[in-house]
């Protein structure tokens, strides 16, 4: 899943208006964030079905980046570290949450499936990759329902911002649906891994430019810290 993982941290900001979505967006993405740097230690791995022009999908060997009780591990990690800067537990469980509903989500799509506890372990995928439209379809769904969730939390930020997020995710969203939708071509290893490692903290840091004049905004009236 690609849009989708932007989906949940643009909508998670609902729960939290003062917290940047650009965190919890990087918080959806760390899995593949850290998928990229096992793939490169060598510790995961990825294959191309022989007929991947058609299917359009990978298949993954990845228990440390995508398996379940990694990902709670993951997830008490960036919630420590959010916790470390603001001191709030709201913060710090809502980016947990952003972090493991990852799993929940590539567990859906998936074909091969994500591992419960590491390698060897009964793994879920429920193979909704298989109906690339449909999957297609419900990633665009999550996106308009997280724009929806967001505009309504970014209620003080100048109309120029919530434009520009809503131009930005539109934007995302269309290349992530396009690309995977019309994929027939392999692309290298090194090129993988740069997408891996790169995309979370470019998504992430654009989101969090454009959310963070609200934040500065509050904080600014409340005295309180945002990350
Ligand atoms: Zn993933």
Redesign the pocket.
Known sequence: MGIGHVAVGLGLKAADRRLNAGVLIFGAFL??FL?GWFVLAGWESYQYPPDFASRHYMLFTFPWS?GLVPDLVWAAALGSLVWVFRREPRAAVLVGIAVVS?FVL?GVVHVRGLPIAGPGSPELGLGLWRNLPIELTLEALMTVAALVLYLRAAQDHSRGRRISMVVYVVLLGALAIGGQATATEQVGRSGLIANWIAAPLVFAAIAWALDRQRSDSIKSSSSTASV
């Open positions: 899995a593949d998928l995508h990852h590539d």
